[in-house]
Antibody, heavy 115, light 108 residues
Framework: EVQLVETGGGLIQPGGSLRLSCAAS????????MSWVRQAPGKGLEWVSV???????YYADSVKGRFTISRDNSKNTLYLQMNSLRAEDTAVYYC?????????WGQGTLVTVSS | AIRMTQSPSSFSASTGDRVTITCRAS??????LAWYQQKPGKAPKLLIY???TLQSGVPSRFSGSGSGTDFTLTISCLQSEDFATYYC??????????FGGGTKVEIK
């Protein structure tokens, strides 16, 4: 059974850093397109970043230069390193297996950026 | 970035109703469109991809149609478990994937 479990969210001050993890089971992260999608409280969905099976990475303009997506093949885990966090980064962050569209999702982890 | 506009943003319906949600892209996206269902506190669930292909396990009362810029999601006979928020998403522009603003289906 495919499972994605995100961890690492929490309360962080503006300007701070946080690393989210997404542990996968039932498939191999490195053989798939893996994405991060976020949802601000009461708002819609926003694509954040993607890492392709070949290792190429892409980011939404809103996070480019501040967030870094990566994976650890030995741990079958996806990461999102978030630096220079802003209040507008407050959201539930989901990892998802994708093929353009997102067909497996984690349960999400809440990141709150506030002083 | 391609803008996705859903309508309506919310509406009320009754169990057994046939409901249609519309999604319009700001430029042509061929059939690179997916639909998701999201319930409060839960992750989105893929319903349809390639505009009209039903994801495995999704009830056949859900259907999708359209290509180019105009798309629809139809629920043929609304069930109690279908009250949720629905999102469309384009994946034509692979480096800038975008979602619609969502349509909340509420109980009348």
């Amino acid at each position: 059974e495919v499972q994605l479990v995100e961890t690492g969210g929490g309360l962080i001050q503006p300007g701070g850093s946080l690393r989210l993890s997404c542990a996968a089971s039932g498939f191999t992260v490195s053989s798939n397109y893996m994405s991060w999608v976020r949802q601000a409280p009461g708002k819609g969905l926003e694509w954040v970043s993607v890492i392709y099976s070949g290792g190429s990475t892409y980011y939404a303009d809103s996070v480019k230069g501040r967030f870094t997506i990566s994976r650890d093949n030995s741990k079958n885990t996806l990461y999102l390193q978030m630096n220079s966090l802003r209040a507008e980064d407050t959201a539930v962050y989901y990892c998802a297996r994708s093929s353009g569209y997102y067909y497996n999702w984690g349960q999400g982890t809440l990141v709150t950026v506030s002083s | 970035a391609i803008r996705m506009t859903q309508s309506p943003s919310s509406f009320s319906a009754s169990t057994g109703d046939r409901v249609t949600i519309t999604c319009r892209a700001s430029q042509g996206i061929s059939s690179y469109l997916a639909w998701y269902q999201q319930k409060p506190g839960k992750a989105p669930k893929l319903l349809i991809y390639a505009a009209s292909t039903l994801q495995s396990g999704v009830p056949s009362r859900f259907s999708g149609s359209g290509s180019g810029t105009d798309f629809t999601l139809t629920i043929s006979c609304l069930q109690s478990e279908d009250f949720a928020t629905y999102y469309c998403q384009q994946y034509y522009s692979y480096l800038a994937l975008t979602f619609g603003g969502g349509t909340k289906v509420e109980i009348k």
